[in-house]
């Protein structure tokens, strides 16, 4: 049987599915991609343009970025009054432990290994992209221009890599039946509400050297949803408890590039979204929900089209719910 991307996309708009795959995902203003028959493990192959990345402020300050319209944002396309602006933020340049040395005043020795896992800096390199380019020693943000150059308020020269954990249920009614919209179940996710700049998000934070994708997605969700920093030492053991058994199954809903206001021509964030589903909704019957850390709420969300999230979390949040064939 031939699978084509345009039957892909008919029958993810029904409750019907191939016999022979387990769920079509299908996301707009994206390439669509089956990947995996025999499990659920989807990737983007590319995004066709970012937005948000090509604000006309960087995010959070006052620094005025060059405009850069739809049509000079690939790199393929000459445009001669392209002149972005060069910034990076001081807490970046202060040398904190998550950033990468500044190269204007010399070259880092030895130099990065970009492209790869950089051993001795401890920090990966590589970009679900595949291999970006390296022009005048920088790295090149590999879906286009965004109007600025240098690293803004990211660490790393290149991908900067970090974990999304998406928590959903079915939401439910007083009679305990699952509340649906146009025939399909409603789904619920948590979402937090970052301190920075306001936006509604899903929790989630920078992969630290030497941590693993799957530990910083337990560790962000517990302190930005749970507020785990500030439970006594036996509740976090309850808490911990809980976590290692909801995140024993989680599915990959997306991994690649992000369109987040703080990329530049040379930084920009890349992600790996997983979903932890809990089907049954018994999981967080003895904890509630309180925001923590970097979030100044914390809530159960329903999961609908009308979504304003931060950077491309409403993106993810579209796939999530297409592979559970709930409304959107």
Not at 280 to 303: I, N, P, S
Request: glycine share 8%.
């Amino acid at each position: 049987m031939k699978i084509s991307v345009r039957n892909i996309v008919q029958f993810s708009k029904t409750k019907c599915s191939f016999p022979l795959i387990s769920a079509a995902v299908v996301c707009t203003s994206l390439y669509y991609t089956l990947h995996q028959p025999s499990a659920v493990n989807f990737t983007y192959l590319k995004r066709t343009m970012h937005t948000k990345a090509r604000g006309p402020d960087y995010s959070g300050t006052s620094v005025k970025k060059c405009p850069v319209p739809d049509e000079f944002v690939k790199w393929s396309v000459t445009y001669d009054d392209y002149k972005p602006t060069e910034y990076t933020s001081e807490i970046v340049l202060g040398k904190p432990v998550w950033a990468d040395p500044d190269m204007s005043q010399c070259k880092p020795d030895p130099p990065f290994q970009y492209n790869s896992k950089d051993a001795h800096y401890n920090v990966d390199r590589t970009s679900f992209t595949g291999k970006y380019e390296i022009i005048d020693d920088r790295p090149r943000n590999p879906i286009g221009r965004t109007g600025m150059t240098g690293r803004g308020l990211l660490g790393r020269w290149g991908p900067n890599h970090a974990a999304d954990p998406i928590v959903t249920r079915w939401k439910i009614n007083g009679k305990g039946q699952r509340v649906q919209e146009n025939g399909k179940p409603l789904l619920e996710f948590v979402a937090i509400k970052r301190k920075d700049n306001g936006q509604w998000a899903i929790p989630g934070g920078m992969v630290d050297p030497g941590d693993t994708v799957s530990a910083t997605l337990k560790k962000e969700f517990g302190e930005e949803a749970l507020n785990s920093l500030e439970l006594s030492e036996k509740e976090q053991e309850k808490l911990h408890n809980m976590l290692t058994k909801l995140f024993q199954k989680g599915q990959t809903i997306w991994s690649g590039y992000v369109d987040d206001p703080r990329n530049t021509d040379n930084s920009w964030m890349e992600t790996v979204a997983v979903n932890y589903h809990d089907e049954l909704g018994e999981v967080f019957k003895r904890f509630q929900l309180k925001a923590g850390d970097d979030a100044g709420d914390v809530r159960w969300t329903e999961v609908r089209e009308d979504l304003e999230l931060y950077a491309s979390h409403k993106d993810i949040l579209e796939k999530t719910a297409r592979f559970h064939f709930a409304f959107w």
